[in-house]
């Protein structure tokens, strides 16, 4: 089994910055890419940012120029700075894992439990 556990939102206020992490652990072979989503209360989840493996990042046109999302082996951390109200949201790790099972090597996505943040104005 995979677990991937955010850490580091809260409130802040607008303008000011936060730095969310993911952790992945268990039993990795590799990891594909790692993503994080967001989801504001009413609205559907989307895409922050996603970083493949040996590729680039893409962000969100929403958030260009504010937020970096960088990997070290198995974390991935989400620098937000600038931070708008609009930000405010619960913000979803997600990561393209490559597993061994049976003796195969097998795709799976997994899901963080999400980490609130909320930026006031």
């Known amino acids: 089994q995979v677990q991937l556990v955010e850490s580091g939102g809260g409130l802040v206020q607008a303008g000011e910055s936060l730095r969310l992490s993911c952790a992945a652990s268990g039993s990795i072979f590799s990891i594909k890419a790692m993503a994080w989503y967001r989801q504001a209360p009413g609205k559907e989840r989307e895409l922050v940012a996603r970083?493949?493996?040996?590729?680039s990042t893409d962000l969100s046109d929403s958030v260009k120029g504010r937020f970096t999302f960088s990997r070290d082996k198995n974390m991935g951390f989400l620098q937000m700075n600038g931070l708008k109200p609009e930000d405010t949201a619960v913000y979803y790790c997600?990561?393209?894992?490559?597993?061994?099972?049976?003796?195969?090597?097998?795709?799976?996505?997994?899901w963080g439990q999400g980490t609130q943040v909320t930026v006031s104005s």
């Open positions: 997600n990561a393209e894992v490559i597993i061994v099972s049976s003796g195969n090597f097998v795709l799976r996505d997994y």
């Open positions: 970083l493949i493996s040996g590729g």
